[in-house]
């Protein structure tokens, strides 16, 4: 039977089709039969998609990206594994419903085999991108569709699974297929960072805007600049395939030494060029594993490798710290749970990210989700997620929880001391079943992450009070640490110092006046490095643009107050003869703050000065 093919078609796509009826035909297929209905059971696709974790893992968002665009199109997006399982579809629900007829769902197999030709059974065959328009589909059942698919490539440039754009036949547009290139693009970079997160990644282009998109080359280096893997721009740049480029080394690629192109790791794109001598912009990332876990560093390397680490970063002389980092260090990557205690603004959420930045997960997403401010009844859709149509007012498409969307990554859980009992059973439930289930879906689906959890109740309390399960406290309490809160650090000179460097809050890095961090020493710091960061930001926001460095006089009104509020003077008398005037006049500064009880508006309103000349004169 002759089947009509699209005049526009490019004859190598007329043959990729011509080709694939004819393989259909081999399979014992013919045009008029019913396809093949069947679909796996809850269970066994449960086990499918474990299998294809970090394909699933990376895909998911990728595939909400791609809805939003193509959402109301009477299309739907499916996810398949090397074989054409469609392992998760997402898709307009009139359409969902006319696809579901012919077993465009989850759990279906979509080979050429089961199929006869169509976008992904094809595009499995062919390991290419293929289009499949209406009748163009060798059985008449699938005449109503038109498919746009592109092969996943897995970071070995295996093919790991299908990406897949279906819509009514009537309704094509040829804008499709760029988009789910691009969308197939951006999974495999994703694969590539999280298989890959260490070592030395180089994201370059011939031109500088095109870096951090997604027409720039990736390409990943061992330290000893042996490479590791490098996207389809990377290949198509440097004009070898995969199985060539790693032959090579970093040097004969971009002509340049690894520890030469580590040092501009962080830095604006520098000028490369490549062996074919075209000139490249390049953007370099250094991600190491800790020192431990590294084969041979060179020294140079072993020092960067402190300094880059967030961990590391956190570790500015107070020895507290020093021994919380070192603790924690010592469960990263082995599946054991982190709980983090400490008042608010002590950096509970900033350690959490330093261990997911630090951990073999740090290219899967870091998710946080704060227990203490979402309401009761939105909880459970928030964490767990909810199948399309699962309850009144519920987003037509069904949601990804939080929990779900950590997969392969760090979920954050901050204040779990908040979440109501109802929702601590579930979560119990997933943390030892590693699967959730989302309201109203008919099945479970595997998730894999490292949960960091904080508080700043006292949990045990809770457990005696019956608000906290105690089996829950034992599974999120794997390794228990508390941050020392702001006041009793020792190494405010440095935490501030870095603060100022790194957040520039002037627009520019500015010193402080010792003054200051004298009075600093003194607060007790309620609000702890929230509040630091907002004295030094409204401070900064003070300073006249010659000023280089914070004095007292740009420390903001209500700081001062809050602070003058504590100022005790216990005895005060005038120097006998012979004293300074600087002296005499420090002994009445003191005399007049303790004749106002310690209030320095008052004291400065009395002197006729101003609060922060008051606070000169004082010296505290
Ligand atoms: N060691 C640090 N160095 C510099 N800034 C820090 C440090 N720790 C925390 N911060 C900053 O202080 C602020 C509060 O930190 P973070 O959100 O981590 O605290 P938290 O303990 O999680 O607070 P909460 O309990 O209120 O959620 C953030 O802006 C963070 O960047």
């Known amino acids: 039977m002759q089947h009509a093919i699209g005049a526009a078609l490019q004859p190598a796509q007329h043959d990729v089709i011509r080709h694939s009826h004819e393989r259909s035909a081999t399979f014992g297929l013919f ?13 066994e696709l449960a086990v499918k998609l474990g299998e294809s974790r970090a394909l ?17 199109t009477h299309s739907m997006i499916a996810l398949t594994d090397a074989s054409g399982l469609i392992l998760h579809s997402l898709g307009d629900d009139d359409f969902l419903a006319r696809a579901e007829k012919v077993a ?4 279906a197999l979509w080979s050429e085999a089961h199929q006869g030709t169509n976008a992904i059974g094809t595009t499995i065959a062919e390991r290419t991108a293929v289009t499949v328009h209406g009748d163009q589909h060798y059985l008449r059942a699938n005449h109503f569709l038109s498919c746009s698919s592109v092969p996943i490539l897995d970071p070995n440039g295996n093919l790991s699974g299908v990406l897949d754009v279906t819509g009514d036949r009537r309704g094509y547009h040829q804008h499709t297929m760029a988009l789910v290139k691009m969308s197939g693009q951006m999974i495999e970079n994703r694969l590539i960072a999280s298989a890959f997160g260490d070592g ?22 061992d330290l000893d600049g042996r490479l590791l893997c490098a996207n389809r721009s990377a290949q198509f740049q440097l004009g070898l395939e995969l199985g060539r480029l790693r032959s090579q080394t970093l040097e004969a690629l971009f002509g340049e030494r690894v520890d030469a192109l580590i040092a501009c790791a962080g830095e604006a794109p520098c000028r490369l060029e490549l062996h074919s001598g075209v000139v490249v912009f390049a953007s370099v990332e250094f991600h190491a594993r800790p020192a431990s876990n590294v084969a041979h560093p060179s020294t140079a390397i072993a020092v960067r490798e402190q300094a880059g680490s967030s961990l590391a970063d956190l570790c500015t002389g107070d020895a507290q710290m020093n021994d919380i980092v ?36 740090r290219a899967g997403p870091f998710v946080a989700v704060n227990c203490a401010s979402l309401p009761e009844t939105l909880i459970e859709s928030e964490l767990f997620g909810y199948a399309q149509g699962a309850f009144t007012g519920a987003s037509k498409r069904g949601a990804t929880g939080k929990i779900m969307q950590a997969n392969g990554g760090t979920l954050f859980l901050d204040e779990i001391g908040d979440m109501p009992l109802a929702m601590q059973s579930r979560l119990l439930r997933v943390l030892q079943e590693r699967v959730v289930e989302p309201l109203g879906a008919a ?61 520039r809050f002037a627009g520019r890095i500015v010193g402080i006046d010792d003054d200051v961090l004298a009075l600093f020493a003194r607060h007790p710091w309620p609000g702890n490095f929230r509040q630091l960061s907002n004295v030094l930001r409204t401070a900064s926001a003070m300073l006249d643009d010659h000023d280089t460095r914070i ?70």
Not at 204 to 216: A, D, K, N, Q, Y
Not at 333 to 353: D, F, S, V, W, Y
């Open 31 to 43: 045009e008029t039969m019913r396809p093949d209905y069947a679909v796996l059971s809850g269970a």
């Open 56 to 72: 699933f893992a990376h895909a998911l968002p990728v595939m909400e990206t791609l809805y939003a665009q193509i959402a109301n």
């Open 104 to 107: 465009l769902r989850a759990g």
């Open 200 to 221: 030395l990644r180089i994201r370059f282009h011939s031109r500088p805007e095109f870096i951090g998109t997604l027409m720039e080359g990736l390409a990943v280096f």
């Open 326 to 361: 070192a603790r924690v260090r010592k469960v990263i990557g082995k599946n054991i749970a982190i709980l983090i205690g400490g008042e608010t603004g002590a950096g509970k959420e900033m350690l959490a990210r330093a261990i997911h930045s630090d951990s073999p997960r």
């Open 443 to 503: 099945r479970a689906v595997p998730v894999d992450f490292t949960l960091v959890c904080a508080s700043n109740r006292k949990l045990r309390e809770c457990v005696a009070q019956g608000t906290f399960r105690e089996d829950l406290y034992y599974r999120i309490n794997g390794l228990s640490v508390t941050l020392p809160p702001l006041a009793e650090r020792t190494d405010l000179r440095e935490v501030v110092g870095k603060m100022l460097r790194q957040e």
């Open 551 to 620: 004095g007292v006089e740009h420390l903001p009104h209500d700081f001062l107050d809050e602070f003058g509020e504590r100022v005790q003077i216990d005895d005060v008398s005038l120097p006998a003869g012979g004293a300074r005037l600087v002296e005499i006049e420090a002994s009445a500064v003191a005399a007049a703050l303790k004749a106002h009880g310690g209030n320095v508006s008052a004291t400065a309103r009395a002197l006729g000065i101003s609060r922060t000349t008051l606070y000169r004169k004082l010296r505290v």
